[in-house]
């Protein structure tokens, strides 16, 4: 396989300061493992061009743009209690968006199989009109309308996995049939939205599917969630790409979230996606960095992702059975199938 990343020195100059969370070392220290000759070798690393103005505004209002880019050169300014900019972050923001986009041309393009982009500041929080949860532009959402508007594909799906729910993600699609947005979230919980009855509006009724979970949850309860309602909402919908804002919070050991996946989970659910994508879309999938916040959470995560991208995996035989067949009973999950059936045939 051919697996595209991502990376540039320019994402590592974004720096909110002040002991922010999302701070480059995010990046820096899944970078340094990248820098390895013997990984590197494995994967292609493309250049990207940053995002135009027509490119961001296929998601953004003019206004909001113009105010991201305000900050240029500026060595602080607050878009809002959380989301902070520094010099470079507009510059980060706008290649982190262009990123994306090449990543999908590339994908639907047949010249690279899959790929992940390695960018911050992250996208998901990111609203047409409004900055937030340290997100400057919505990169992802960029990347699904340009999918659609600029390459011609009629289903997109986004699956969201970080511990947050994709609050701009839900939003910039919520009317349309076009983008099917999928997102595992801790609920109640930053921003707030993401219940089970928020599931569309008028021609995008029932193409937002939520599975808001309680904290505490593991790698058996992602993968009953990926067997039983996502597997079959993909068969269903049949898009022809698959994006994923793959956030890393959901750690056993994050310093933001509370919920217990391990490096084998984030291994399945990559697996999981990957196995779909290969049934109903040529294998067209692109990673895309949200959240995660501990260190080497993060930096484990994204590898064995990168791995079960290449078509290979870290699981063990007697750990991706278990993960395959698992019944682990939890009454989110019981919530959640029930909504989505009404759109959806699960079984």
């Not at 979230?185 to 939205?193: A, K, L, S, V």
Request: proline share 4%; net charge negative.
């Amino acid at each position: 396989m051919s697996t595209a990343i991502f990376r540039d020195i320019l994402f590592l100059q974004h720096d909110p300061g002040f002991d922010h969370v999302e701070r480059p070392d995010r990046l820096k220290v899944v970078y340094e493992q990248l820098d390895n000759p013997e990984i590197a070798k494995q994967f292609v690393f493309p250049k990207a061009e940053p995002a135009t103005f027509d490119i961001l505004h296929l998601n953004h209002t003019k206004a909001h743009i113009e105010r991201i880019a305000q900050t240029a050169g500026r060595t602080f300014d607050a878009l809002d209690q959380d989301t902070i900019t520094s010099a470079k972050s507009y510059d980060a923001a706008c290649l982190a968006a262009g990123a994306v986009v090449e990543g999908v041309r590339m994908v639907v393009a047949g010249e690279v199989e899959n790929g992940f982009a390695l960018v911050r500041p992250p996208g998901h929080h990111a609203e047409p009109d409004r900055a937030m949860g340290f997100c400057l532009f919505n990169n992802i959402a960029i990347a699904a309308h340009y999918a659609v508007e600029k390459l011609g594909l009629k289903r997109v799906m986004i699956v969201d996995w970080d511990l947050h729910h994709g609050n701009g993600t839900q939003r910039s699609f919520a009317d349309t049939d076009q983008v099917l947005y999928f997102s595992t979230h801790q609920y109640p919980y930053y921003p707030g939205t993401g219940a089970l009855e928020e599931t569309g509006q008028g021609k995008g009724k029932g193409y937002t599917v939520n599975v808001p979970l309680t904290g505490g949850l593991g790698d058996e309860h992602y993968a009953r969630i990926f067997n039983e309602i996502l597997a079959p909402v993909v068969r269903q919908y049949q898009p022809e790409l698959i994006l994923v804002s793959a956030g890393y919070d959901t750690a056993h050991n994050d310093p933001l979230g509370g919920m217990s996946v391990t490096v084998d989970g984030f291994a399945y659910m990559t697996r999981k996606i990957m196995e779909l994508a290969a049934e109903v879309c040529d294998g067209r999938v692109l990673l895309v960095l949200e959240g995660g916040y501990n260190l080497q959470s993060l930096t484990n995560g994204v590898l064995v992702c990168l791995v079960e991208m290449l078509g290979r995996t870290t699981l063990k035989e007697e750990t991706l059975t278990k993960l395959s067949n698992t019944k682990i009973p939890f009454h989110a999950f019981d919530a959640a199938f029930a909504m989505a059936a009404r759109k959806w045939q699960l079984s």
